[in-house]
């Protein structure tokens, strides 16, 4: 089975720090997805990327930074948190493009205060 | 950009048939999927379709028709353990893709 971890399930962090979230999934996927989920707004795309070191902006990219130094592992970066990036962020991946299902972690819940 | 339109609540009987509507605009369009969310889980593929048709996968079935920018996801015999959100998302893009989803409907089963 397809695997994606995400680092943290449940994380607070004050005004202004920088954040780190952490995925990793462990089948040799080249696609990997960023997204916040947030009530009455669905899943978001924040960034994604198709390859290693590779990455575009999705529809929120705004306040966000992505790397991808390995193939397993898709970092999200929050330079300097706010209050309004509260949200349920969820990592995915899948094999390529030309592979339709996209597999998703369990999700990190970001309370910034 | 990319926009889906699906309806934010349905409730339905147990036993009974439902039928999940979702439009979209898109450009450089793949295909559209559908997703499940139990509160508190993550997504689950459900179902893709690149062409225009029905798919079907047990109880669950998924029609595109292309030319109308339109899908739905139905399911049939609906159990008590359907009850969740259901999410279509379009697969668009040029040499990479993104995978982009709609705000979700969420179905309540009642006995």
């Known amino acids: 089975d397809v695997k994606v971890t995400q680092s943290s399930r449940y994380l607070v962090k004050r005004t202004g720090e920088k954040v780190f979230l952490e995925c990793v999934q462990d089948?040799?996927?080249?696609?990997m997805f960023w997204y916040r989920q947030d009530p009455g707004l669905g899943l978001r795309l924040i960034y994604f990327?198709?390859?290693?070191?590779?990455?575009e902006k999705g529809d929120i990219p705004e306040g966000y930074s992505v790397s991808r130094e390995k193939k397993e592992r898709f970092s999200l970066i929050l330079e300097s948190a706010s209050t309004n990036q509260t949200s349920m962020y969820l990592c995915?991946?899948?094999?390529?493009?030309?592979?339709?299902?996209?597999?998703f972690g369990q999700g990190t819940r970001l309370t910034v205060v | 950009g990319q926009s889906l339109e699906q309806p934010s609540e349905v409730t339905a009987v147990e036993g009974a048939i439902v039928q999940i509507n979702c439009t979209y605009q898109?450009?450089?369009?793949?295909?559209l999927s559908w997703y499940q969310q139990h509160d508190g889980g993550a997504p689950t593929f459900l179902s893709y379709?690149?062409?225009?048709g029905l798919e079907e996968t047990g109880r669950f079935s998924s029609f595109l028709s292309r030319s109308d920018s339109y899908g739905y996801l139905l399911l049939q015999e609906l159990q008590m353990k359907d009850s969740a959100s259901y999410f279509c998302?379009?697969?668009?893009?040029?040499?990479?893709?993104?995978?982009?989803f709609g705000k979700g409907t969420k179905l309540s089963v009642i006995p």
């Open positions: 995915a991946s899948s094999l390529s493009s030309k592979n339709t299902e996209a597999f």
């Open positions: 089948m040799d996927h080249e696609n």
């Open positions: 990327s198709y390859d290693v070191k590779m990455k």
């Open positions: 898109t450009s450089g369009f793949y295909g």
């Open positions: 379709n690149a062409l225009d």
């Open positions: 998302a379009v697969k668009s893009g040029a040499g990479s893709y993104q995978l982009t």
